[in-house]
Each structure stands twice: as C-alpha cells, then as structure tokens.
Antibody
Framework: QVQLVQSGAEVKKPGASVKVSCKAS????????VHWVRQAPGHGLEWMGW????????NYAQKFQGRVTMTRDMSINTAYMELSGLKSDDTALYYC???????????????WGQGTLVTVSP | DIQMTQSPSSLSASVGDRVTITCRAS??????LNWYQQKPGKAPKLLIY???TLQSGVPSKFSGSGSGTDFTFTISSLQPEDFATYYC?????????FGQGTKLDI
C-alpha cells in the first residue's frame, strides 16, 4: 500500500532553515511528482510546490521562490523540502503528497504524509 | 491565482442527514475540481477528483457535481465518522488553490 512517512517535529529560531523528509513506499517513486503543502494552525491548505523525483525538476509557488528547495534521494525513495529564512508565520504543519498522475501533472494529491510540525520561535 | 470560496464555513448536522457544500471558483475551471476530507490531527484524504469521480475505496455516499465556476459536494447520509473538515481544490492551473474549508460538526 502507498505510504508517505515524514520526519519528526522541528523547533527552529527565526532566520534558521528546516529540512523535512518524506519517505515513499508502495509505488514507483520516480513515476509520480511529489507536492508539498502546508497548513498553519487553525488555517487552510497552502500549496508550496512540486518536485519530479525522476528528473529533479521543480516548480515552486511564487510566494516561496528563493526560500524553498525540493530535492530527493532516489536510493532511499525519499523526497526533501528545505525552507530557509524562517519567520514566525512559517509555523505550520508541512505535508508531502503524491501526485495522482503517472509521469504527468494533474494537481490531484491522492496520498499524503502524516505531516511534520515546524515551530518557529525565538 | 484562482480563488476558491466554499460555503458554508461551518455546518451543524445530525447522523442520517443529507448535507451539501458548495464551492465557487473565481474563474471557469471546467471540471478540474477535487474534494478532500480532513479529520482532526490527520492529513487530508482525497475523496473526489475531476468534480464527480470517486477516488478508489471511497464510499458512494459521497458525491460531487458541477462545472465551470460552481460545484457541489454531497454526503447522502451522515455517519459519525463523516464529521470532519472538507476542502475543495482547483487543479485547472498552477498554483493549485484550496477553499478555506467547511467544518462539519454535530
């Protein structure tokens, strides 16, 4: 069965960086893009970007360009999202999600990781 | 970016009720509309994609319809496990955007 297992909670100071991992299993890792979505406490869902594990291609939301980097390690079927220059309003749950389409982009997120809480506090 | 607006923002209902949530897009998105369910402390779960197609394994009590700018999501007979927050999301163009959510409670 498809599973996305994310790394544990992080506490960071303003200005620092955080790197969240997302280990995929149960499907062909290189066949599906990985999306990253965040959810601030008590708020809705905000798409951050996608990553193509096969080609390494990325597409970041304009809001995060210059601060976010998405990468992968194909040897362990793991995707990573690094966010730099953290501010207090970056405090949120960060989710990875699998793209429904095979080698194609439909922006349908069919399986999600359990989420990683990132807290930014002085 | 395409703005997605859901109504209502919250909804009180009872077990056995039929409930409907609406989602409106700021411009026409065809049928590029998906619905997710999120329970407290859990990740969102895809229920419906392409406006009306049920994701594999999702019970048929859930349904969706609409095209263009106006969409509806219906639960035919509420069960206790259906009390959650529901989000619509457009997949017509990047960036994909979500509605603000509809919290369904007792």
């Amino acid at each position: 069965q498809v599973q996305l297992v994310q790394s544990g909670a992080e506490v960071k100071k303003p200005g620092a960086s955080v790197k969240v991992s997302c280990k995929a299993s149960g499907y062909t890792f290189t066949g599906h893009h990985v999306h990253w979505v965040r959810q601030a406490p008590g708020h809705g869902l905000e798409w951050m970007g996608w990553f193509n594990p096969n080609s390494g291609e990325t597409n970041y939301a304009q809001k995060f360009q210059g601060r976010v980097t998405m990468t992968r390690d194909m040897s362990i079927n793991t995707a990573y999202m690094e966010l730099s220059g953290l501010k207090s309003d970056d405090t949120a749950l960060y989710y990875c999600a699998k793209e429904w389409g095979y080698s194609a982009m439909y922006y349908i997120l069919d399986y999600w990781g359990q989420g990683t809480l990132v807290t930014v506090s002085p | 970016d395409i703005q997605m607006t859901q109504s209502p923002s919250s909804l009180s209902a009872s077990v056995g009720d039929r409930v409907t949530i609406t989602c409106r897009a700021s411009q026409s998105i065809g049928t590029y509309l998906n619905w997710y369910q999120q329970k407290p402390g859990k990740a969102p779960k895809l229920l419906i994609y392409a406006a009306s197609t049920l994701q594999s394994g999702v019970p048929s009590k859930f349904s969706g319809s609409g095209s263009g700018t106006d969409f509806t999501f219906t639960i035919s007979s509420l069960q206790p496990e259906d009390f959650a927050t529901y989000y619509c999301q457009q997949s017509h163009s990047a960036p994909p955007t979500f509605g603000q959510g509809t919290k369904l409670d007792i």
